[in-house]
């Protein structure tokens, strides 16, 4: 590995004046700052990142803490996408990332120790327990901490507007023409309870009666136990015309149940997911969902993150960000005629 000591050799110079020249010091004239800067790229030279840590006190770096309780990782469509978004805009910052887990050395460390033992300057906290011992430990910390997909006024977050997604989606499901409408909902979290209370309102404000047998609660993300309730429900004497799953993994599972049986999709039985992940506009018929910005999502938190890291002045209207979702009518809620 290229050092100072290398540069300052070929150069003629001191190591003092190698290190001020590639920190653009103001002693250090402009000729002697191209040299040793054209010599440091002739030889390869990178900076040693723990070294400068302890120069300034900074590392650069973010932590990601992603605590999937499904083991599908990074594989699950939609947050490995806002994590993308995230990534991409961090690194823009300049900053890099670093994922935070249980770590196993002499003892098992904490998410906060891990974050304190890797010198995370913040971390990001996405897809997790928000009500995990650890999680609380890192977001009451003095460690600059982002969220996404919880609200709390204590938290600095970033979610989707579940709540207008609900409603675009339920309302459109109305206008073609259903009147029988199930929902199976995630599990226990603050997505789900807004997501549920927002179906339960819209329902009232439309006029369509609620049937509690048409409501079941299930699992984000697992598509044979989605199938299974979906069998349930259409077991019944009188079946919902159109099921809202809890996301569109789940309406795959719902709707492969759905044509097992010998049904139609969307003749004989509609469905809308939530989400909107790419392949539900691949496979045929095309999913009626709604589709998260998680492009967008993973920037502002960056921003968000970023901003508070750098300690700048943050609104109370930019500590909790909302972001917009998109209904996609796609082919699979049928138009009913009477």
């Given at each position: 590995?290229?050092?100072?000591?290398?540069?300052?050799?070929?150069?003629?110079?001191?190591?003092?004046?190698?290190?001020?020249?590639?920190?653009?010091?103001?002693?250090?004239?402009?000729?002697?700052?191209?040299?040793?800067?054209?010599?440091?790229?002739?030889?390869?030279?990178?900076?040693?990142?723990?070294?400068?840590?302890?120069?300034?006190?900074?590392?650069?770096?973010?932590?990601?803490?992603?605590?999937?309780?499904?083991?599908?990782?990074?594989?699950?469509?939609?947050?490995?996408?806002?994590?993308?978004?995230?990534?991409?805009?961090?690194?823009?910052?300049?900053?890099?990332?670093?994922?935070?887990?249980?770590?196993?050395?002499?003892?098992?460390?904490?998410?906060?120790?891990?974050?304190?033992?890797?010198?995370?300057?913040?971390?990001?906290?996405?897809?997790?327990?928000?009500?995990?011992?650890?999680?609380?430990?890192?977001?009451?910390?003095?460690?600059?901490?982002?969220?996404?997909?919880?609200?709390?006024?204590?938290?600095?977050?970033?979610?989707?507007?579940?709540?207008?997604?609900?409603?675009?989606?339920?309302?459109?499901?109305?206008?073609?023409?259903?009147?029988?409408?199930?929902?199976?909902?995630?599990?226990?979290?603050?997505?789900?309870?807004?997501?549920?209370?927002?179906?339960?309102?819209?329902?009232?404000?439309?006029?369509?009666?609620?049937v509690l047998d048409y409501i079941k609660q299930g699992k984000y993300s697992e598509a044979e136990h989605a199938g299974e309730l979906v069998k349930e429900m259409l077991d019944l004497y009188e079946p919902p015309t159109c099921i809202i799953m809890p996301d569109d993994i789940s309406a795959f599972g719902g709707i492969k149940a759905a044509k097992k049986l010998g049904l139609r999709v969307p003749d004989d039985i509609s469905f809308a997911g939530f989400d909107g992940v790419m392949t539900g506009q691949i496979i045929e018929p095309k999913l009626?969902?709604?589709?998260?910005?998680?492009?967008?999502?993973?920037?502002?938190?960056?921003?968000?993150?970023?901003?508070?890291?750098?300690?700048?002045?943050?609104?109370?209207?930019?500590?909790?960000?909302?972001?917009?979702?998109?209904?996609?009518?796609?082919?699979?809620?049928?138009?009913?005629?009477?």
């Open positions: 590995m290229v050092s100072i000591k290398d540069i300052a050799r070929r150069c003629g110079v001191s190591s003092a004046t190698v290190s001020k020249a590639l920190n653009d010091c103001s002693d250090i004239s402009a000729l002697t700052k191209k040299k040793v800067k054209a010599v440091a790229d002739e030889l390869g030279y990178f900076p040693n990142s723990n070294a400068k840590a302890l120069k300034t006190n900074k590392t650069n770096t973010v932590g990601v803490i992603y605590s999937n309780r499904l083991g599908n990782g990074l594989r699950h469509p939609y947050f490995s996408a806002v994590i993308q978004g995230f990534k991409e805009a961090v690194e823009d910052s300049g900053y890099d990332i670093i994922f935070i887990g249980a770590r196993q050395e002499e003892k098992q460390l904490t998410y906060y120790e891990h974050c304190r033992h890797r010198n995370v300057e913040g971390v990001l906290v996405a897809c997790a327990d928000f009500y995990d011992k650890q999680i609380g430990e890192v977001l009451r910390s003095d460690l600059p901490s982002v969220v996404i997909d919880f609200f709390s006024r204590r938290e600095y977050s970033v979610c989707s507007d579940n709540r207008q997604g609900m409603r675009d989606l339920l309302e459109y499901i109305y206008e073609m023409g259903h009147r029988r409408i199930g929902y199976i909902y995630g599990d226990t979290s603050l997505i789900t309870t807004v997501r549920l209370d927002t179906f339960t309102e819209t329902m009232k404000q439309l006029g369509v009666p609620i009626t969902t709604v589709s998260q910005n998680t492009a967008e999502l993973g920037k502002r938190a960056a921003d968000l993150l970023v901003s508070r890291i750098k300690g700048e002045e943050i609104s109370e209207l930019k500590k909790h960000t909302l972001i917009e979702t998109h209904l996609i009518k796609g082919q699979t809620v049928a138009r009913l005629t009477k």
